[in-house]
């Protein structure tokens, strides 16, 4: 499974972004998705998660009321969008897919798949 995310970029705090990823070499309706972050000296941390259906989503305590994760099966694409981001946002964003639809965890464990991941930085 390919997945280069995009969209990143810098942003003003209190603005938005939409992040995507196109997804490729599956078939992407059958796929859990999730959003991740890293910034530079910190563990990688789950941002949002989807199942295969879109009945089940995630988000960590962090991102929740401002982080929308979505999917279009016609295109192949999961979505973040990022509303009122804040500095502590700042970080590389990865979209991962899980083809075993693992339920009861949003970890990375979860994931066996990841692309590359797109730069998201946010100005105070």
């Known amino acids: 499974v390919q997945l280069p995310a995009s969209g990143g970029g810098l942003v003003q705090a209190g603005g938005s972004l939409r992040l995507s990823c196109a997804a490729s070499?599956?078939?992407?309706?059958?796929?859990?998705m999730g959003w991740f972050r890293q910034a530079p000296g910190e563990e990688r941390e789950f941002v949002a998660g989807?199942?295969?259906?879109?009945?089940?989503?995630a988000y960590s305590d962090s991102v929740k009321g401002r982080f929308t994760i979505s999917k279009s099966n016609t295109k192949s694409t999961l979505y973040l969008q990022m509303n009122s981001p804040k500095p502590e946002d700042t970080a590389t964003y990865y979209c991962?897919?899980?083809?075993?639809?693992?339920?009861?965890?949003?970890?990375?464990?979860?994931?066996?798949?990841w692309g590359r991941g797109t730069q998201v930085t946010v100005s105070s």
């Open positions: 991962a897919a899980d083809t075993r639809r693992q339920v009861g965890t949003w970890g990375p464990d979860k994931y066996g798949y």
């Open positions: 070499g599956r078939t992407f309706s059958g796929l859990d």
């Open positions: 989807i199942s295969w259906s879109g009945g089940r989503i």
